[in-house]
């Protein structure tokens, strides 16, 4: 696991610096008028920091000898047939009860948290990205 994250944040690292080399030829503009180098610039460069910390994180701490958690697999099928059914119940259910739903399952089942938890942020997720998506 430690040599893919390795391998992984190397090759974001590479492609994030690319990404920041290419897009400061683009004009850059400001912060009130930017240009069209403005957002993929300050992007490859969240790339390079996540990059960059998941590198030191994966070198420091080795080869770890413990296998990977069994039933990752299980979990993966479950949330793409949750996330099936979220497509399909976004009409007749309307957007914030499914997102409440989803994210309510997957703190339950997937990443098993608290009760008050799993429905506190269930019911921020549902109406905060109800409100900065269907209100603002």
Same mark, same amino acid.
């Given at each position: 696991m430690v040599r893919r994250d390795v391998a992984v944040a190397t090759l974001a690292l590479a492609f994030g610096a690319a990404a920041?080399?290419?897009?400061?030829?683009?004009?850059? !503009? *400001?912060?009130?008028?930017? !240009?069209? !180098?403005f957002f993929p610039w300050w992007a490859s460069v969240v790339v390079v920091l996540f990059a960059t910390i998941l590198l030191i994180q994966a070198l420091k701490l080795r080869a770890s000898t413990a296998p990977d958690k069994s039933g990752r697999i299980a979990k993966v099928v479950a949330?793409?047939?949750?996330?099936?059914?979220? *497509?399909?119940?976004?009409?007749?259910?309307g957007y914030p009860i499914c *997102?409440?739903?989803?994210?309510?399952?997957?703190?339950?089942?997937?990443?098993p948290q608290r009760w008050l938890v799993a429905l506190g942020m269930a019911a921020i997720t549902a109406v905060g990205s109800y409100g900065v998506f269907a209100i603002w």
């Amino acid at each position: 696991m430690v040599r893919r994250d390795v391998a992984v944040a190397t090759l974001a690292l590479a492609f994030g610096a690319a990404a920041a080399f290419e897009s400061a030829k683009l004009p850059f !503009g *400001t912060m009130h008028n930017p !240009g069209q !180098g403005f957002f993929p610039w300050w992007a490859s460069v969240v790339v390079v920091l996540f990059a960059t910390i998941l590198l030191i994180q994966a070198l420091k701490l080795r080869a770890s000898t413990a296998p990977d958690k069994s039933g990752r697999i299980a979990k993966v099928v479950a949330l793409l047939v949750v996330l099936a059914a979220y *497509t399909f119940l976004l009409d007749p259910l309307g957007y914030p009860i499914c *997102t409440l739903l989803l994210v309510l399952f997957m703190l339950r089942v997937l990443d098993p948290q608290r009760w008050l938890v799993a429905l506190g942020m269930a019911a921020i997720t549902a109406v905060g990205s109800y409100g900065v998506f269907a209100i603002w």
